[in-house]
């Protein structure tokens, strides 16, 4: 049975195993797809640091074929969707009995083994059912809109605000028809132009360049009052330094990636303009609300154009994406149906 293991930087081996249920409160699950992210391409390169050796993938969904006797709410044959963060265990929060606001969450594929196999076996709350109207390509979304929840919550939005989504990929289109579905109004920067066009068709209104009329749009968009909040997603590979021209001064200003790689912005302008700046990288809690928005077609995920592979190299799909960083195909989502 497959089972890929990173076992250092660009080394990605097939080391086959079995797995099987050791506790009444555990199940076992096929994986049936799984979504390769950027954070698979980051910790493959090494952009991202983890310990080997260590089964990537991040995003999976699979269908359970075993469950203990104290599953609760699962049986074999549910279709489930793999948490990709858990609570640490070890922060003053979780040895205090709250592990919902857990400092520091841990994440598949870095801090503990990820979905790159064939079977998985673990606690019955590490994985969550999906209803029918779920289909697997919406739940393969499920952490990134839940980021974008987590992100919304964090900045405390009110409707009718603006806040700006600097990349408008796959990441920054799932936030901005968030930010959309709570009466936000995003503003999306990006220079593909199949990036604002999908904005569009996603009903977002401003979708805008970043050349010489980039100001004077920020401007009309906003009555001349600058963003209410801006939100940078590394992915983009627009410059970090554009945030300081989109936001008013006081703002919140949102990094969103698992890391920024070179992104640098002037100290200058952050004291000048008193601007926050935090990151968002997890949606650790948000899985039971993301699948309600999914239900209630909240967010168009059919947008986004998919690769389905049944024969792949795991290895060498990681090798392109972190080869092509400002490729297309950046834009497609890259499903590995592990079921044939």
Not at 244 to 260: I, N
Not at 284 to 289: E, H, L, P, S
Request: aromatic share 8%.
């Amino acid at each position: 049975m497959d089972n890929w293991i990173l076992k250092g930087v660009n080394t990605l081996v097939n080391e086959p195993s079995s797995v099987n249920i050791t506790a009444p409160t555990q199940v076992k699950v096929k994986v049936s797809h799984l979504l390769l992210t950027d954070d698979d391409a980051m910790l493959y390169n090494g952009d991202v640091k983890t310990t080997y050796p260590r089964i990537i993938g991040k995003a999976a969904v699979g269908i359970v074929t075993e469950a203990g006797d104290n599953c609760y709410g699962l049986q074999k044959g549910s279709r489930v969707y793999f948490e990709p963060s858990r609570a640490c265990g070890n922060c003053l929060s979780c040895k205090s009995g709250k592990p919902k606001d857990c400092s520091e969450v841990a994440i598949a594929g870095r801090d503990f083994d990820g979905f790159m196999r064939d079977f998985v076996v673990c606690e019955y709350g590490d994985v969550a059912a999906l209803p029918d109207s779920v289909s697997d390509f919406h739940a393969l979304c499920i952490e990134t809109i839940g980021i974008a929840e987590n992100i919304y919550d964090k900045l405390n939005l009110s409707a009718g605000q603006r806040v700006a989504v600097v990349g408008g990929s796959f990441t920054g289109n799932i936030i901005a028809q968030v930010l959309l579905y709570h009466k936000v109004i995003p503003i999306v920067i990006d220079n593909n132009a199949a990036n604002l066009e999908a904005a569009q068709k996603c009903g977002i209104s401003y979708a805008f360049e970043a050349n010489d009329e980039f100001d004077e749009n920020i401007r009309n968009a906003t009555s001349g009052n600058l963003c209410d909040a801006a939100i940078y997603c590394a992915a983009s590979r627009l410059p970090l330094s554009l945030i300081p021209r989109l936001v008013g001064d006081g703002k919140k200003v949102v990094l969103c990636a698992s890391t920024t790689g070179n992104a640098v912005m002037d100290m200058h302008d952050i004291m000048e303009k008193n601007l926050t700046v935090f990151g968002v990288s997890n949606a650790y809690g948000y899985t039971d609300a993301v699948i309600n928005m999914l239900v209630h077609k909240a967010v168009n995920i059919d947008v986004f154009e998919k690769e389905v592979l049944t024969e792949f190299n795991p290895a060498e799909l990681l090798d392109e994406k972190s080869a092509f960083v400002t490729s297309p195909k950046r834009n497609i989502m890259t499903v590995l149906k592990m079921i044939i």
